[in-house]
């Protein structure tokens, strides 16, 4: 009697286990589209927290960007109106320097504290943690005793306070086309790096050459010493790649030594219309990649918030599988009970799907209703559809790449032509067993027929 009036809402459950992934975390793909949710307990660190220091849009990082802006312009300040020119802002400069490398220490302990091992994973926090700690040298040199008139001879020193300055990058992370394009720029520096080495080599070649071949020939390029020496001779070089002084070599060589002009269009076609035009195709393709990954990550975001639907919707009212099967055993439920239950969690699967579909973060199409993405996502169609298979599959439609997507449409379309085989088969079978018996059955009849005829004739016979 106590079992069978017992609301889902108040079985026994598991503890709660919050799913939260951000924005900016790795996230395992392993080249299939898959993931793995980070599971956070309620005796760990508080979703809240963690959405609070790591958000781009949280009211902590608002409040980061303002301080950024205003450390930017602080710095701008302090070089216009000088602590020489203005020695009564000395004091409040450093003050403000302390207050800001204060202010962006915390939120590096706010982070380690949030993400933990994570926090090492992406770059723009190892950006963060370099700029804090130049922050803090720097304060830490002022306090020591290292004034500003040290400063402007040590340029080492003076460049700490100048990098500073690069911390006014973070705030393209709050729009999301500027950090499309920083992204990208950061992605391609391998390729960009590669690319200019091989430049270096074939400017130095030509630079042995052209130094071999014309040398500090003054009659030809009248006080101006291009190729005298080998730095001279690559600085000339450089701005031909970059067409500054194509002109000024160009015509006296034509001039002098007219046989030098094709290696010269040579150089110029190579360096600047081919190797220029890889970089940019680098920073294009880098680019172009930035977005993909800012994409998924949305939509990694937007299946997380999918899941969390999912988990109110049916975990946390008792109507999960395993749940279902746990009041079975305790309650000793019937079999109409049971189809009542299960009635129910259909009815709640169906709203979980609808409110998907109504969100539009899944991005389902448009015409298809929820019991159509039921089928869609009840890959065994068994007609039970579980959280991982709703995970799962869903999962896949939201994130997988085309080719992942058609490589699951030739796997499905391969399991429809086995079972057909199967089936076939079995068609077959039987009807070779129908066709043996109805031939057995044939023989019979033809047997009782001849008898039938040897008694009629033995009868008239007689």
Known sequence: ????????????????????????????????????????GEDELAPVFMAWATEPHSIFSRILTVV????????????????????????GYFCLDCTFAGIYVVEVLCKLIALRN?????????????????????????????????????????LIRFVRIMRLVRVLKGVPELAIVVEGLMISMTGLFWVMVLLGIFTFAYSVFLVEMIGGDTDEFGAEDYFGDMAHAFLTLV?????????????????KQPW?????????????????????????????????????????????????????G????????????????????????????????????????????????????????????????????????????FEQNLGRLMTGTPYQLTSLILVVIGKIRSRNRVLMHEVFSRFDKIECDTN??????????????????????T
Request: include cysteine.
């Open 239 to 255: 701005d031909m790649a970059i067409l500054a002084e194509w002109a000024d070599i160009a015509r006296p060589v034509m001039d």
């Open 260 to 312: 030098l002009l094709p290696f010269l269009f040579i150089f110029v076609l190579v360096s600047s219309f081919g190797m220029m035009n890889v970089m940019i195709g680098i920073i294009v393709d880098s680019t172009t990649e930035a977005k993909n990954v800012m994409e998924s990550e949305k939509k990694y975001a937007a299946l997380q918030d999918a899941v969390q639907v999912w988990i109110h």
């Open 314 to 389: 049916i975990r946390d009212t008792g109507l999960s599988i395993g749940s279902i099967h746990r009041r079975k055993e305790m309650c000793h439920l019937t079999e109409l009970e049971m189809q009542e239950l299960h009635q129910r969690r259909n009815d709640a699967v169906l709203a979980v799907i609808q409110k998907v579909i109504d969100n539009g973060s899944a991005d389902i199409p448009a015409g298809l209703v929820a019991e159509d993405v039921l089928h869609l996502l009840d890959f065994d169609a068994d007609g039970t559809l579980t959280k991982e298979e």
């Open 118 to 158: 994570r926090f090492f994973v992406d770059t723009w926090n190892w950006i963060d943690l370099g700029l804090t700690l130049m922050s803090v040298t720097s304060v830490s040199l002022t306090i020591l005793g290292i004034g500003s008139g040290s400063l402007k001879k040590a340029k080492g020193l003076r």
């Open 440 to 461: 057995k059955r044939l023989e019979a009849i033809e047997q009782s027929q001849q008898r039938i005829l040897k008694l009629v004739e033995s009868s008239f016979g």
């Open 1 to 40: 009697l106590v079992c069978s009036h017992v609301s889902s809402a108040e079985m026994p459950r598991p503890p709660a286990r919050t799913l939260v992934m951000e924005a900016s975390e790795p996230l395992n793909t392993k080249g299939n589209g898959a993931y793995t949710p980070v599971a956070i």
């Open 68 to 91: 950024i802006v205003m450390n930017a312009l602080q710095m701008g300040a302090e070089k216009q109106w000088t602590k020489e020119d203005y020695p009564v802002l000395d004091r």
